[in-house]
């Protein structure tokens, strides 16, 4: 949990037509190159993953995942849910802290992807179970849909509207908390400028340090991505990152605009 603490602020936002991965990456160095070292990652094409914490452990814990999502495909000529994979990876995650031999994970990583219902009920298909009954379809009930999920080094994971980690992860939740994400009203596109938002803000516990903002998304069958997990495009992630600033400079400018105290602290309104 310590690694995850010191690593970079991670995010996720589930959104009513797709989800949005976001990840604050430090840059340690001037001579990095800008836009490699990828923190994201592409599981399936529905699906992706981001971690906050030890770097090596997060390509590893990938790896696992490409590889869980590639079983599941060979075996059920599909992809897998967002649900299962979670379900796998943390039972992985938490066989890592049963033995001497091996050490747990250093990262918390977040899932997100796109369930779509055309593929996991497809008449006919393997592994699709029974149409009644035990198992079965619940009628009312929509199959696929945008998923969430963090997994902690523990194993321990759980279903999010919005999830946070690393660094600024108590700053980050603050603001997803604001969101009233439940009410499942927010676009992917207004979903893309809060992640953005959210990760400037997080980034005042490491303001004197440079990063590069990161994101990714996946839409519905119909939305701009084609239910495919993808990098946001560089002109909506720019905008994005200029509302952020701008957002962010209107709060320091309030801010100071604010009557101080006797003792020299801001009053709130």
Not at 243 to 257: F, G, K, L
């Given at each position: 949990?310590?690694?995850?603490?010191?690593?970079?602020?991670?995010?996720?936002?589930?959104?009513?037509?797709?989800?949005?991965?976001?990840?604050?990456?430090?840059?340690?160095?001037?001579?990095?190159?800008?836009?490699?070292?990828?923190?994201?990652?592409?599981?399936?094409?529905?699906?992706?993953?981001?971690?906050?914490?030890?770097?090596?452990?997060?390509?590893?814990?990938?790896?696992?995942?490409?590889?869980?999502?590639?079983?599941?495909?060979?075996?059920?000529?599909?992809?897998?849910?967002?649900?299962?994979?979670?379900?796998?990876?943390?039972?992985?995650?938490?066989?890592?802290?049963?033995?001497?031999?091996?050490?747990?994970?250093?990262?918390?990583?977040?899932?997100?992807?796109?369930?779509?219902?055309?593929?996991?009920l497809v008449d006919g298909q393997?592994?699709?179970?029974?149409?009644?009954?035990?198992?079965?379809?619940?009628?009312?009930?929509?199959?696929?849909?945008?998923?969430?999920?963090?997994i902690e080094p523990s194993g321990?994971?759980?279903?999010?509207?919005?999830?946070?980690?690393?660094?600024?992860?108590?700053?980050?939740?603050?603001?997803?908390?604001?969101?009233?994400?439940?009410?499942?009203?927010?676009?992917?596109?207004?979903?893309?400028?809060?992640?953005?938002?959210?990760?400037?803000?997080?980034?005042?516990?490491?303001?004197?340090?440079?990063?590069?903002?990161?994101?990714?998304?996946?839409?519905?069958?119909?939305?701009?991505?084609?239910?495919?997990?993808?990098?946001?495009?560089?002109?909506?992630?720019?905008?994005?990152?200029?509302?952020?600033?701008?957002?962010?400079?209107?709060?320091?400018?309030?801010?100071?605009?604010?009557?101080?105290?006797?003792?020299?602290?801001?009053?709130?309104?």
């Amino acid at each position: 949990m310590k690694a995850v603490e010191n690593g970079g602020t991670a995010i996720g936002i589930r959104c009513k037509d797709g989800v949005v991965l976001a990840v604050e990456k430090i840059t340690t160095s001037k001579l990095l190159k800008p836009g490699a070292n990828k923190r994201t990652a592409t599981v399936d094409r529905n699906i992706g993953i981001v971690s906050a914490g030890l770097v090596p452990d997060g390509r590893h814990f990938i790896s696992r995942a490409r590889d869980e999502a590639s079983s599941w495909r060979n075996i059920y000529k599909g992809p897998i849910p967002t649900s299962a994979l979670a379900n796998r990876l943390g039972g992985y995650v938490q066989a890592y802290t049963l033995y001497s031999s091996v050490r747990p994970f250093g990262v918390t990583a977040i899932i997100g992807g796109w369930d779509p219902e055309s593929e996991l009920l497809v008449d006919g298909q393997v592994g699709t179970g029974p149409k009644s009954g035990s198992g079965g379809k619940v009628e009312g009930v929509k199959a696929g849909g945008p998923a969430l999920y963090m997994i902690e080094p523990s194993g321990l994971y759980w279903g999010y509207h919005g999830a946070a980690t690393g660094k600024g992860r108590q700053a980050a939740k603050a603001e997803l908390e604001k969101l009233d994400l439940s009410a499942g009203n927010l676009s992917l596109y207004d979903g893309v400028k809060e992640a953005a938002r959210i990760i400037f803000i997080a980034h005042e516990d490491s303001k004197d340090k440079d990063f590069e903002l990161e994101m990714t998304w996946v839409s519905s069958l119909d939305g701009p991505t084609k239910g495919r997990h993808e990098e946001v495009p560089t002109g909506l992630l720019e905008d994005a990152k200029k509302a952020a600033m701008r957002s962010r400079e209107r709060e320091v400018e309030d801010d100071e605009d604010r009557p101080k105290s006797h003792d020299g602290e801001r009053m709130e309104e």
